[in-house]
T-cell receptor, first 112, second 113 residues
């Protein structure tokens, strides 16, 4: 299966705390992408990390990738109520009819 | 104003009727995708297309059909053979099939009445 598996399924924190969510996958990848979905909306791309990168930052987001363990993590620092959303990872394979598939996501609730 | 547009936002269908969901993009993307999302669940891939006049079945293609006659357009038809069509449908596009990020439409919520 190409899809990633996010963990935990749900995460509840207070504003100002950090949120960490993890993604595991099974195949070798070209890159891994993280997306956010607000309730009832489409997904929004957050960050793409390539297989030869180990860490990437974008604002309050920090993504790590460990290809030996086939895992990635997304850290949101100093969380805000507006970060409340579901987060999905999408590992992208190198070859063949690679497509874009998602797991069930991590539902993050940030309380004021 | 570039982007990907799904229409309509809400759609009601009587049992036994076919219905077509529209997805249009002006991003000049080659790859396009259709997903189904049920409440509290992740996205399940219905069909995808890597290039014009070519498309592949995803994980849950039964009861659905698509066409890709133009680069900009990837309509999804929900047929009467789909047993439980009530769901949130999302369309996405990406420049290529591996290296770039995807852009999503705002979704169509289909309800069978």
């Amino acid at each position: 299966s190409q899809q990633g598996e996010e963990d935990p399924q749900a995460l509840s924190i207070q504003e100002g705390e950090n949120a960490t969510m993890n993604c595991s996958y099974k195949t070798s990848i070209n890159n891994l992408q993280w997306y956010r979905q607000n309730s009832g909306r489409g997904l929004v791309h957050l960050i793409l990390i390539r297989s030869n990168e180990r860490e990437k930052h974008s604002g309050r987001l920090r993504v790590t990738l460990d290809t030996s363990k086939k895992s990635s993590s997304l850290l949101i620092t100093a969380s805000r109520a507006a970060d409340t959303a579901s987060y999905f990872c999408a590992p992208r394979m190198n070859s063949g009819y690679s497509t874009l598939t998602f797991g069930k996501g991590t539902m993050l609730l940030v309380s004021p | 104003d570039g982007g990907i547009t799904q229409s309509p936002k809400y759609l009601f269908r009587k049992e036994g009727q076919n219905v077509t969901l529209s997805c249009e993009q002006n991003l000049n993307h080659d790859a396009m995708y259709w997903y189904r999302q049920d409440p509290g669940q992740g996205l399940r891939l219905i069909y995808y297309s890597q290039i014009v006049n070519d498309f592949q079945k995803g994980d849950i293609a039964e009861g659905y059909s698509v066409s890709r006659e133009k680069k900009e357009s990837f309509p999804l038809t929900v047929t009467s053979a789909q047993k439980n069509p009530t769901a949130f449908y999302l369309c996405a596009s990406s420049m290529d099939r591996v290296r770039t990020e995807a852009f999503f439409g705002q979704g169509t919520r289909l309800t069978v009445v």
